[in-house]
C-alpha cells in the first residue's frame, strides 16, 4: 500500500488512528498493540499477502535469536548465537536479493549454465533486515533489553517506517510504545503530523513524480540525448531522488506523530553538503548511521590509522553499494563515493576558498554518481556517461521539454496547439526551466518541520497546507511508487 493512494488516506490511515486510540483506552495495553501489527502486517501484505510470510518468520526468529542471548551467559555461546542471527539475516537478505545475481555473475564469468527461476524481491526486505540486525547485535553487546514479543513485533512491523525507512532503533520506537502517555492524542503533535504528511505528499506527488516523467522518457532515450539534455536528465533524476525519498521520510514521520511516535530524521537539506562527508551526514542519515554504528566502528574506526581508516571507509561504501541492489552500477555507485570520502581523509584541506564552490563540486559529483545508480546496467551508464562530455548539441532539449505534458497545463497546451502551434516548444521549455527553478529553490529552503514550527498555525501557513493536499490529493490518479522500494 502506497501513502500516496486514496485507500490509504481515505480508508486505512483513519480505520488505524481511531483503532489506535480507541483501543488505548482499554486498562490494558495489549489490544492496541495486537491492532497496531495486524494493521500493519495488512498494509505490507496489501501488496503481495505471500511477502507476509517471510516478515512474519523473519521477525519470529529474530526475537528467539534474541531470547537465546538472555539463556546463554559464557561469551563463547553468545558468540555462536550473534553468528546465526547474522548468518540468518544476511543469508535471508541475499537469497531474495542476491541470488540471482550471484547465478548470472558465475555463469558470465565462468561459462557455467546454472539456472534457477527469477526471485521476486520482497518490499522493504533491506530495511527490515537492517533492523532486525541492529537490535540482535545490540543484544549481544547487551545493549537491548529483553523486551517482550508483541512490542518486538510491533517495532518491526510499524506500517509507516517498515518499507522505505528510516532504520529504527529498538531504543527509539519501543520505550516510546510502552509508555502510557499516548492513550490520548496530543492535538499539537497530531497536527504537526498532518501537516509534515501533506508537506510530504507534496514532494511526492507534485515534485517528484512529475520530475519523473522526464526522467524516465529520457533514460529510455539515452542513444539520443545531446549533452545539455544528458545532464538536465541527471539533475532531474537526482532531484526526483530527493524529493521522493524524503517525501517518503517526512510523510512516515508525520504518520509516526498522528500516533504519538517521534521517528528519527534521515534527510538534512543534503544537496546543500560542502563535501561528499557533509553529504552523507545529511542524506539517508539512519543508513549512515547503521553502517557507521556497525560496521565502520567495529572494523576499527578511525582509530587505527589513516590507512586502516580509508580501508575501512572502502568496505561500508562497498557494503553501502551492495546493500541498494544487486546491480554493477550500484556496486560503482559505492565505490564512487568510498573513493571520494577516501580522497577527502587522505587531503582533508584540499578545499575551495568559497564554500559556493565547494558546494557546486560537491553536487555535480554526487549527482553524476548518482547517475550511474540509476542506469540499468553498465553500459547504459558508459553511454551516458559519453552523452554527458562529448554528446555534442543537436537541440534534443527541445524534444526532451516536450515530455513534460501534465495535466495542470492540459487547457493551455490545446490553446497552443490549435491558436499558436508555434508557441508551443517556447512553452514547453518554459514549463522545464520553472520546475527545474522551482526544485532548485525547495532543495536550498528549510526543513519541513521548520517550516512548520513557523508557519504551520498562521492562517497563510494553513491555507497554503490546505491548496497543497487538495491539489495533491486530486493528481492522486497519477500515483507512482516510491523509488526506494526498489532497495
Not at 520546475?435 to 529553490?441: A, E, Q, W
Amino acid at each position: 500500500m502506497l501513502f500516496n493512494s486514496l485507500i490509504f488516506i481515505t480508508v486505512f490511515l483513519p480505520i488505524v488512528l481511531l483503532g489506535w486510540y480507541g483501543l488505548q483506552q482499554l486498562k490494558s495495553p495489549m489490544p492496541a498493540k495486537l491492532f497496531l501489527v495486524g494493521m500493519s502486517l495488512w498494509f505490507y501484505g496489501y501488496y503481495n499477502p505471500w511477502y507476509l510470510l517471510i516478515l512474519v518468520g523473519s521477525t519470529i526468529v529474530n526475537f528467539i535469536i534474541s531470547k537465546l542471548f538472555e539463556k546463554c551467559k559464557k561469551d563463547n555461546r553468545r558468540k555462536v548465537i550473534l553468528f546465526l542471527g547474522i548468518f540468518f539475516n544476511v543469508g535471508l537478505l541475499f537469497y531474495f536479493k542476491y541470488y540471482n545475481f550471484f547465478l548470472d555473475n558465475c555463469n558470465f564469468f565462468f561459462h557455467s549454465d546454472f539456472h534457477v527461476e527469477k526471485i521476486a524481491l520482497p518490499l522493504g526486505i533491506s530495511f527490515f533486515t537492517f533492523q532486525q540486525l541492529s537490535f540482535v547485535i545490540d543484544r549481544y553487546k547487551k545493549d537491548a533489553p529483553d523486551y517482550g514479543f508483541w512490542d518486538y513485533a510491533c517495532f518491526v512491523t510499524y506500517f509507516p517506517q517498515l518499507i522505505a525507512g528510516p532504520i529504527v532503533l529498538h531504543s527509539e520506537f519501543i520505550p516510546q510504545l510502552q509508555e502510557r502517555k499516548h492513550r490520548k492524542p496530543d492535538w499539537n503533535m497530531f497536527y504537526d503530523g498532518i501537516a509534515l504528511f501533506i508537506l510530504g505528499l507534496a514532494k511526492k506527488v507534485l515534485l517528484a513524480d512529475i520530475l519523473a516523467i522526464v526522467v524516465n522518457a529520457e533514460y529510455n532515450n539515452i542513444a539520443y540525448l545531446d549533452l545539455p539534455a544528458a545532464w538536465i536528465t541527471i539533475i532531474f533524476y537526482m532531484l526526483e531522488l530527493y524529493f521522493d525519498f524524503s517525501g517518503y521520510c517526512d510523510m512516515a514521520r508525520g504518520i509516526g506523530k498522528m500516533f504519538g511516535f517521534q521517528l528519527p530524521e534521515n534527510f538534512d537539506s543534503p544537496l546543500m553538503a560542502t563535501s561528499v562527508k557533509d553529504f552523507w551526514r545529511r542524506w539517508h542519515i539512519t543508513l549512515s548511521r547503521f553502517l557507521t554504528t556497525y560496521i565502520y566502528i567495529p572494523l576499527g574506526g578511525n582509530r587505527k590509522g589513516l590507512a586502516i581508516k580509508c580501508r575501512n571507509l572502502f568496505i561500508v561504501f562497498l557494503i553501502s553499494g551492495f546493500w541498494h541492489g544487486a546491480n554493477w552500477t550500484y556496486v560503482v555507485w559505492g565505490i564512487l563515493h568510498g573513493a571520494a570520502m577516501i580522497f577527502e581523509a587522505v587531503f582533508p584541506k584540499l578545499r575551495f576558498p568559497k564554500e559556493w564552490m565547494n558546494r557546486l563540486a560537491t553536487g555535480i559529483y554526487v549527482t553524476f554518481t548518482f547517475s550511474i545508480f540509476r542506469s540499468e546496467s553498465l553500459a547504459q551508464a558508459w553511454l551516458l556517461i559519453k552523452k554527458l562530455f562529448a554528446g555534442g548539441f543537436t537541440s534534443f532539449t527541445v524534444g526532451l521539454s516536450n515530455t513534460l505534458q501534465i495535466p495542470e497545463t492540459y487547457v493551455i497546451r490545446k490553446m497552443l496547439e490549435l491558436k499558436f502551434p508555434q508557441w508551443q516548444n517556447v512553452f514547453y521549455m518554459f514549463c522545464l526551466f520553472l520546475l527545474l527553478g522551482i526544485s532548485l529553490y525547495f532543495i536550498q529552503g528549510k526543513k519541513a518541520e521548520s517550516w512548520i514550527e513557523k508557519n504551520g498555525c498562521k492562517t497563510r501557513g494553513i491555507l497554503m497546507m490546505a491548496f497543497l493536499f487538495v491539489w495533491a490529493f486530486i493528481s492522486l490518479s497519477q500515483v507512482s511508487t516510491f523509488l526506494y522500494f526498489d532497495f
